[in-house]
């Protein structure tokens, strides 16, 4: 299973239906709170990003919350 990570904040519906997609497929998923932690921030920087959720699958990253990419990235 690939590594996913969930790059949110507080108040960002997007953020919160990628949240629930991703818990109803039951993929394990690490969610990282851009505002409350600087570190998560840094890296979503890193990653050539300044908006949220940015979705990290493997050595994939989506930008904004696409349902059907996300399908193809996690290989369902």
Do not use: W
């Not at 990628?18 to 497929?25: G, M, V």
């Not at 969610?31 to 493997?58: C, F, M, W």
């Amino acid at each position: 299973m690939k590594r996913v990570l969930l790059y949110s904040q507080p108040g960002c519906p997007p953020c919160v239906a990628a949240k629930l997609f991703l818990k109803a497929r039951q993929v394990a998923f690490e969610y990282k709170d851009v505002q409350a932690d600087p570190a998560a921030l840094r890296e979503l920087v890193e990653l050539n990003s300044q908006s949220t959720p940015t979705i990290v699958v493997g050595d994939e990253v989506m930008i904004g919350f696409d349902p059907e990419r996300l399908d193809a990235l996690l290989g369902e």
